[in-house]
């Protein structure tokens, strides 16, 4: 392959393949862009400099524009979210005003994406071309591009997984079909119209599409469904199984440009875990799970406030607890920092969940430590039943074989839905805010 700066740019993508369309506009009826016409979009973009833009990056037309406008320029994007505080904002735009590249250069910078921002600044992080590719072509290695092959993009391009397709497509002269946000009642109608064969999507996404379509069923061009941000629920998953729908289960960071582990093509809907893709070295240390590989991170921005993220040897820590089995796939239990001691045991929420969610009154579950004088922190959890919630004497006897006792709930809380952060991932801490506010939230 050529240098990326060719297959990263637009204006060549329209000069090798004039009449391919780059941009289905699924929330405007459909409409299609040209790979020709996408580039005289671009070209009339004015992009000045060579530091960093700051874009607001929804998965709206203007934004793809701009950012592609970048890339063709050389300059870096740093993506902020729509969703973002004015005070989250704000403060990433200090942070990009304040860069100074003579001190800290980012060359090869391709995009800074920040993580999610629930408390404080959010943190940026350096994303560089050739990581992106190496990203890429791991990608590609696992699904291999079909000719046909549309990929539905209905999330923010501020998340890693948004511009990874938007890349990966442009990298691959693939089509993209646009949403300008996800709206559940119309994915079907993007997914048959617009002949989607490929998809993103978190939980939350795919189970609010199966609520507004109790009948709906996936089309045989729709090949997979890459389903990540978040553990999924067994059930949710069964129900997918069900429709038809080819989820992928997969696993990624901002840090790695999206995608470290994927399940293939193919894969059983029964099989949990995921292997790692080509070029991705895993490890377990202390239960958390390490990367290492060409797609990493150059550093977190800015830098001067962010120690170094790897181990001597090129090892990125990524915080989240994890198992490999016997066939190699990773498993994730979540955050190391949700995980709750009581009593002296260490219990990890994912496990708690899955058994939570495993009952059919159950539609999902959060769980989380709430302070308790004796045992420190007790394991609480809030879930949300499918209809009438189970009894506690129920509950109690469908978990007493699944869970050891320190394991076992202590308090449970009914609710119509959980708390989420801007990714579609459960926060965990803003469950335990209101199921049990301090004095200080009053």
Not at 6 to 12: G, H, N, T
Not at 174 to 194: G, H, M, Q, Y
Not at 284 to 313: K, W
Request: hydrophobic content about 45%; aromatic content about 4%; glycine content about 10%.
């Amino acid at each position: 392959m050529e240098s990326d700066e060719r297959w990263l740019s637009v204006l060549a993508a329209s000069r090798e393949a004039q009449g391919r369309i780059a941009l289905i506009l699924a929330d405007d009826g459909g409409r299609s862009i040209s790979y020709a016409d996408l580039a005289k979009r671009v070209e009339r973009e004015h992009v000045g400099g060579t530091g960093l833009e700051p874009i607001v990056a929804s998965a709206g037309l203007p934004a793809v524009v701009r950012i592609l406008a970048c890339f063709e320029a050389g300059v870096g994007v740093a993506l902020l979210h729509p969703r973002w505080t004015q005070a989250e904002a704000a403060a990433a735009r200090a942070q990009i005003a304040a860069h100074d590249p003579a001190t800290d250069p980012l060359d090869g910078c391709l995009a800074i994406v920040h993580t999610s921002g629930t408390s404080g600044v959010p943190r940026g992080v350096v994303l560089s071309r050739n990581a992106f590719l190496a990203a890429a072509r791991a990608s590609e290695e696992n699904l291999r591009w079909r000719d046909d092959d549309r990929w539905l993009l209905c999330m923010p391009l501020a998340h890693v997984g948004g511009l990874s397709v938007l890349v990966r497509c442009l990298l691959a002269r693939k089509t993209v079909v646009l949403a300008s946000r996800f709206v559940a009642a119309d994915v079907p109608l993007w997914i048959e119209r617009d002949r989607v064969t490929l998809a993103s999507l978190v939980p939350t996404m795919l189970a609010r599409m199966l609520d507004e379509h109790s009948d709906w069923r996936a089309p045989p061009h729709l090949r997979a469904v890459l389903l990540g941000g978040d553990g999924a629920p067994p059930a949710l998953l069964a129900r997918a199984a069900g429709r038809g729908l080819p989820v992928l289960l997969t696993y990624g960071l901002t840090e790695t440009c999206g995608q470290v582990a994927t399940q293939r093509p193919g894969t059983p809907p029964a099989v949990r875990g995921a292997p790692p893709l080509s070029g991705v070295e895993l490890r377990i240390v202390e239960n958390r799970i390490q990367v290492r590989g060409p797609a990493l991170m150059t550093a977190y921005f800015p830098r001067a406030a962010h120690p170094g993220p790897f181990s001597a040897d090129g090892w990125l820590e990524t915080g989240d607890l994890g198992r490999i089995d016997e066939e190699g796939r990773l498993h994730v239990l979540g955050r190391w920092d949700d995980r709750i001691v009581t009593g002296g045991e260490t219990v990890h929420p994912r496990e708690i969940e899955l058994a939570l969610e495993a009952h059919p009154a159950i539609r999902e579950a959060c769980v989380f430590g709430l302070p308790d004088e004796r045992w420190g922190r007790i394991v609480a959890a809030a879930i949300v039943p499918h209809g009438a919630p189970p009894s506690e004497a129920d509950l109690g006897d469908f978990l007493a074989g699944r869970l050891a006792p320190f394991r076992l709930p202590r308090r449970i809380f009914f609710a119509k839905n959980l708390p989420r952060g801007p990714s579609g991932k459960l926060d965990r801490r803003a469950a335990a805010r209101v199921s049990h506010p301090s004095p200080d939230d009053h």
